[in-house]
Each structure stands twice: as C-alpha cells, then as structure tokens.
Nanobody, 127 residues
Framework: VQLQASGGGLVQAGGSLRLSCAAFGFTSDHYAIGWFRQAPGKEREGISCISSSGSSAYYARSLKGRFYISKDNAKNTVYLQMNSLEPGDTAVYYC?????????????????????WGQGTLVTVSS
C-alpha cells in the first residue's frame, strides 16, 4: 500500500490549489482516504476524509466550506480542491488510507484511524 501526495506549491492568499493523492498497490474503492495537515510547530490535524465508495465526505469545520474532496476510483486518486486559501492554510498536507467500508467524521479526523500514509506535499500561502 503506497500513497503519493502531490500538487502543493506557493500560492497567494485567495488563490486555489488542487492536491492529488495517488494510490498504488491497492484499489482505492476499498479504502477510505483522509487528508491531514501539519503546520510548523503545530500538531497534525484532520481536515477532510472520503469513504471508499466516494459517496460520503466530511470536513473540519475550520475550513468554512473552502475545501472540497473527491475520489476517482478509476484513477485510484483522491483530490482535495482548496479555494480561497489563507496564510493559515500553510502546512505540509498528507493523505492517508484505511481499508473500511464505512466512516464517520468521529473516526476519520483522527490520524490514528489510518494505517498508511503518503509522504506529504507542502502548501505555502503568501499574504
């Protein structure tokens, strides 16, 4: 099971980025995928997750509806569309997977729920 996160970069406040999480070695339609981020000096926080089928998605309230998660099982890839980016969104973003047919936010906002992790991609938002 391998995950590869990509799509990070430098963007001005108010801009958008789309992160990708490509899965290798397993079929993503059996796995829930979560996105986490870790800013310098802060703990890793769960920001979004999506069920194995892609039919259920959850978000941290702090995002205020600015991010959108989607899943393309045919491409074994999960996306995180990030809009109206703010300097406070600056962090390393990680994707993670866990084989499960059902999730809830109470489960997937916790990093300990996920068994496999990608390497992270850096997002820097300038003011």
């Amino acid at each position: 099971v391998q995950l590869q996160a990509s799509g990070g970069g430098l963007v001005q406040a108010g801009g958008s980025l789309r992160l990708s999480c490509a899965a290798f070695g397993f079929t993503s339609d059996h796995y829930a995928i979560g996105w986490f981020r870790q800013a310098p000096g802060k703990e890793r926080e769960g920001i979004s997750c999506i069920s194995s089928s892609g039919s259920s998605a959850y978000y941290a309230r702090s995002l205020k509806g600015r991010f959108y998660i989607s899943k393309d099982n045919a491409k074994n890839t999960v996306y995180l569309q990030m809009n109206s980016l703010e300097p406070g969104d600056t962090a390393v973003y990680y994707c993670a997977s866990q084989e499960t047919t059902w999730i809830s936010w109470a489960m997937c906002y916790k990093s300990g729920f996920f068994g496999s992790w990608g390497q992270g991609t850096l997002v820097t938002v300038s003011s």
